[in-house]
């Protein structure tokens, strides 16, 4: 079974989690705890709240399908990245900062890793499933609120199903598709 490890499980990832749970071993990554706001655009449920977000996606997977998926309750940083993505199949990079970004695509980079990432626009209106060696890393833009009141939530679920697709399209027939997507469309790169 393929090791299929999801790092940021936020607007994007915990859709991608949820799409994922029947193609491989899950490992799930994410510091942050499970807030209010949370629960109206991202995959987490009031049940969840001030657990951290691994946990509470591991508990749901665990109760809704018996999917028993790792968690790691960590920021992934240059001390502990090589421990975090040991043994991975493919990496699902759905962070939303440079510094997380840089770090696992430095070294899914040096360690020949398979990379996907999941990266929305600051307004909610442009996203990509993008594999690394397409994609340059760049700072956040904007307030950052476009998960926060659930106003984009059907498109979040469109984009974590996306990255969901590439990822499973390269696990089992290793093909490499991107995609750019749009709440009016999307296009295959």
Known sequence: MKSIVIIGLGAIGSHAAIALRNAGKLKLVDFDAVEQKNT???????????????????????????????GFQHKVTDDNVAIVLAGADLVLDCTDNIAARTCIKTFCDASKTPLLHGAMSADGKFALAEWTDQFEPDPET???????????????IIVGGFVAQAAKTFLDTGRQLSFQITPSGV???
């Open 40 to 70: 109206l655009s991202q995959l987490h449920t009031k049940m969840g709240l001030r657990k951290n977000k691994a946990q509470a996606l591991q508990q749901l997977l665990n109760g809704m399908w018996g999917i028993k998926a790792q």
């Open 142 to 156: 904007g307030d950052g609120a476009t998960c926060e009141d659930g106003e984009n939530v059907a498109f979040h």
């Open 187 to 189: 296009r295959r790169t």
